[in-house]
């Protein structure tokens, strides 16, 4: 293990925005990846970034929020997000990275076709790269979510595939096996690559909240690219309202 891969407890609840106590209370319960030796407990980031992305579905909305708004003040703090920063998921997703029939009827033609649908907006500098990166995640673990919906991403940031973080939106003809943990067929998916790991996992928190309570179902029903556009903004704005998904007062 590198050392600058090495966490400690404290380190580890600074860098999520948790309490040490609660932490640790996912460590003992076999909850969050780590080691102990001798009453101390020792983290890797990598595999912390990896519980993250296979298990945030799994926390409460009051955990999610609290992930989302820790990292909003990171990159606030390193002016990677400036302020204000209204809809920020809204303001990442152009009208050309919206695709409501995408004709894909396999997981592996909806990677590549979701690529396509990114590629429209001019941000992805290699395709192929990219593709390539979304199969090895896919490989991993499904990055389909019980309800019908799939927030596809690399497992790394990607700054050589993208000039800039990625977030494009796409509706299959059909519903498609993606591999859900619920058995559920996939028809809504978003693509989401970050240059950053922390606008990755600020996206990933914030995208979770808007599709809580009935927010897959809208976007399943949104009937044009405006429409997609207009529910995002919606539910992004009921959130920083504090009226959405439990954000810390």
Known sequence: MKKHDELTLAEVAAYLGWTPRFVERLAVGGKLPGREADGIWRFKRSDLVDWLDQKIQTLDLAQVAELEHHFESELEKDGLL???????????????????????????????ALVAVAARTGAVAD?????????????????????????????????????????????????????????????????????????????????MRVLRDGGVAAMARAPDADAVLSILRQREHEIDAGTRGGRPA
Do not use: N, W
């Open 82 to 112: 400036p302020r204000p920063h209204p809809a920020p998921l809204a303001t990442r997703l152009h009208p050309a990275g919206i695709d409501l029939a995408l004709p894909a009827a396999r997981k592996t033609e909806v990677l590549k």
């Open 127 to 207: 395709p192929g790269l990219l593709a390539g990166s979304l199969a090895e995640r896919e490989a991993l673990c499904s990055t389909a979510l019980p309800g019908g919906v799939a927030i596809v991403h690399p497992r790394r940031p990607l700054p050589a595939a993208i000039r800039g973080t990625i977030l494009a939106f796409a509706r299959t003809l059909e519903p498609v096996d993606f591999g859900a943990a619920d058995g559920e067929r996939t028809q809504v998916f978003f693509l989401l690559a970050a240059l950053d790991e922390r606008e990755h996992l600020h996206a990933l928190a914030r995208l």
